[in-house]
């Protein structure tokens, strides 16, 4: 249609780290940072990863006691952006409220969230909407997906699905997330997944086509191009042998133009302007 034809018009080169999460998150900053280093020499304006790729995916355990090195990190990622000038799309679990009680989970209200640095300043973030089990106690965000990202010369609406925002209420109905983002007329979509990989031989095979075709379906029912990246391990860290469910990629509406392997450590990134992809 032609709003898909008015974003090549704009340039933006915006890459996605498919790295391990662990729940380590000196572990974790170091493959950031390692991503980041290659976006760098690429020349990339922004680039993303997975859900929770800062704190780790421990919702347990991560709280106002144990949220300290993922602030910290949090604050050496923005100085690395100060000094080079890369815009970062960086999922973590964050406290926003650390005031307030909540009972059975010691101090401080929870988001699962995607945090955007620009220029070494949080400009905002985006959180997820369908929380889930392995979300305990993280609120159901009720803000707008989107957020405007910018160069010297260019603004871009992103659009922002975080893992189960896509999948969620397929069986039960719902909010359909990927159908708002329509409606909100996004210039791209980030789609950040953390997805569970240990349901066996038989299940998640079942899973990876799922979540694969409502993935190739969002791109083609908001006709809008999504970057995706999931980690490629389990959501607690452990090596897992199956790789990801949803395909790390860019999927435009009526064609995957790059799919990532679905095991290991790849970057890659998309120019808006020509359409083309680069990788690692």
Request: charged letters at 25%; one cysteine or more; hydrophobic letters at 35%.
């Amino acid at each position: 249609g032609q709003r898909i034809k008015e974003i090549y018009k704009k340039f933006m080169r915006i890459g996605a780290a498919q790295i391990p999460v662990t729940n380590n998150v000196e572990d974790n900053l170091k493959n950031i940072l390692e991503a980041c280093d290659w976006a760098v020499k690429n020349k990339l304006d922004y680039l993303l990863t997975p859900e929770c790729a800062l704190s780790g995916y421990d919702t347990m355990t991560w709280n106002l006691n144990t949220c300290g090195p993922t602030e910290q990190a949090m604050e050496k990622l923005k100085e690395y952006s100060r000094d080079t000038g890369l815009g970062l799309a960086i999922g973590t679990l964050w406290i926003y409220d650390k005031d307030k009680q909540v009972t059975g989970f010691g101090n401080g209200i929870h988001r699962n969230q995607l945090t955007f640095i620009q220029k070494g300043e949080i400009i905002g973030y985006v959180a997820k909407r369908n929380v889930a089990e392995c979300d305990y106690m993280c609120e159901r965000e009720e803000r707008p997906q989107t957020i405007s990202i910018k160069t010297d010369s260019e603004e871009f609406k992103i659009g922002v699905l975080l893992c189960n925002d896509l999948p969620g209420n397929w069986w039960d109905g719902g909010d359909n997330c990927a159908r708002k983002l329509r409606e909100q007329n996004v210039d791209l979509i980030f789609f950040a997944s953390n997805s569970a990989k240990d349901q066996g031989d038989h299940i998640k095979p079942m899973y990876d086509d799922m979540h694969n075709a409502m993935l190739r379906m969002a791109a083609f029912g908001t006709n809008c191009p999504i970057i995706s990246v999931d980690n490629p391990i389990n959501i607690d860290g452990s090596a897992n042998h199956q790789g990801t469910s949803f395909t790390s990629g860019i999927h435009l509406p009526l064609q995957s133009i790059y799919k990532a392997p679905d095991k290991g450590t790849k970057y890659f990134y998309f120019d808006t302007k020509d359409n083309s992809f680069g990788e690692n």
